[in-house]
């Protein structure tokens, strides 16, 4: 047997926690063959909860699964872990200032940076799910300055399974026959949601889609609040498709990517496709070795695509400006 991967999950007490933890241990992210530690990560007063969902871990009997921690003490949760995958955070509630929201959060993800620091593996990367997803994992990075920029990811996964899925029932086909849709930007209501460089059963997603206005004034805000219409479907915020895309990203980052194709992760801007240098956002992303990966050059940015993309990253600049000035980072 390999030796185990040690996983770290904040908020894992919570709904995504729950519905993620269980295909962690299953080997959804690392294979079937690949053994798994769990370091489970909530608040004191959730750990009567976070108990029982390691009594239901326990029930499953899972050959990979070889140990589970659970603990509200971050130098414990995080302790040689390879992966910390963040999801525990403070989301915006109506009425709440941007100013609030950034000192709650701040808060979090900077003890949350400095403790992956300070004790977890060597290799690790961070994954940041909790929302604002994209600041959060910005704030953490500041706050671990000496874990490498291209280990930091925030999750635009669910917004591109969201895409696809849309075109998909557009134009009559099945999710597997779209591929390629980029998300750029900020995991909020201000992402793009590119289909022109999507493709539908090999053909330019445009094309089979023949339909602009659709695809610019429906198909973008339906991505856009698809968050907003289930919470109001069904009274609670995406959890099982957001556990879903949370394996996902994880697992395209860890297993080589498709010939031809690429994925969308929020990542350390290089300044690629014009976004600003250090901010975390959602760019299309390829692994050859499923260790290192590369921002996918060279796509086609048309005059739309273009201000979509620009108006997208200057409120995460604006947002990681206002972190700078708050938590004085
Ligand atoms: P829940 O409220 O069900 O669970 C959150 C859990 O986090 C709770 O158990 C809570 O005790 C714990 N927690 C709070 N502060 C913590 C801290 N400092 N350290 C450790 N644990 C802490 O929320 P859930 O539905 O699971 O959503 C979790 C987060 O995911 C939210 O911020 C949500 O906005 C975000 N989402 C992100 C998405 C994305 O695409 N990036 C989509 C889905 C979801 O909205």
């Not at 959730?46 to 050959?63: H, I, N, Q, S, T």
């Amino acid at each position: 047997m390999k030796k185990a991967i040690k996983v770290a999950v904040t908020g894992a007490a919570g709904n995504i926690g729950y519905s993620m933890v269980f295909r962690i241990a299953k080997g959804d992210l690392f294979g079937a063959d690949q053994p798994v530690e769990l370091n489970l990560i909530d608040i004191a007063p959730a750990m009567d909860k976070l108990e029982g969902v390691k009594m239901e871990l326990d029930d499953c009997a899972f050959p990979l699964l070889e140990k589970i921690v659970c603990t509200s003490d971050l130098a414990e949760g995080f302790k040689d872990v390879n992966w910390a995958i963040l999801v525990g955070s403070m989301p915006r509630k109506a009425g709440m200032e941007r100013s609030d929201l950034l000192k709650i959060n701040g808060g979090i993800f900077t003890g949350q940076g400095k403790a992956i620091e300070q004790y977890a593996a060597k290799d690790v990367r961070i994954f940041v799910v909790g929302n604002p997803c994209n600041t959060n994992c910005w704030i953490a990075k500041q706050s671990a300055p000496s874990i490498p920029a291209d280990r930091w990811f925030a999750m635009t996964m669910l917004d591109q399974h969201r895409a696809t899925y849309q075109l998909a029932n557009k134009t009559g086909v099945l999710s597997r026959d779209v591929k390629n849709v980029v998300i750029w930007g900020n995991h909020s209501s201000t992402q793009y949601p590119d289909a022109y460089n999507a493709t539908i059963n090999g053909k330019p997603a445009v094309e089979v889609v023949n339909d602009k206005d659709w695809l610019e004034n429906d198909f973008i805000p339906t991505v856009q609040k698809r968050g907003a219409a289930v919470i109001a479907a069904r009274g609670a915020s995406s959890a099982a498709s957001a556990a879903n895309a949370a394996i996902d990203t994880v697992y395209a980052l860890s297993t080589p990517t498709p010939k031809g194709e690429w994925f969308s992760v929020g990542v350390c801007s290089n300044g690629e496709y014009g976004t600003p240098k250090g901010i975390i956002t959602s760019l299309p992303v390829r692994t050859e070795d499923g260790k290192t990966w590369h921002v996918v050059e060279g796509l086609d940015i048309n005059e739309f695509s273009r201000a979509k993309i620009d108006a997208t990253n200057k409120e995460l600049l604006d947002e990681s400006n206002s972190a700078k000035e708050i938590l004085g980072l």
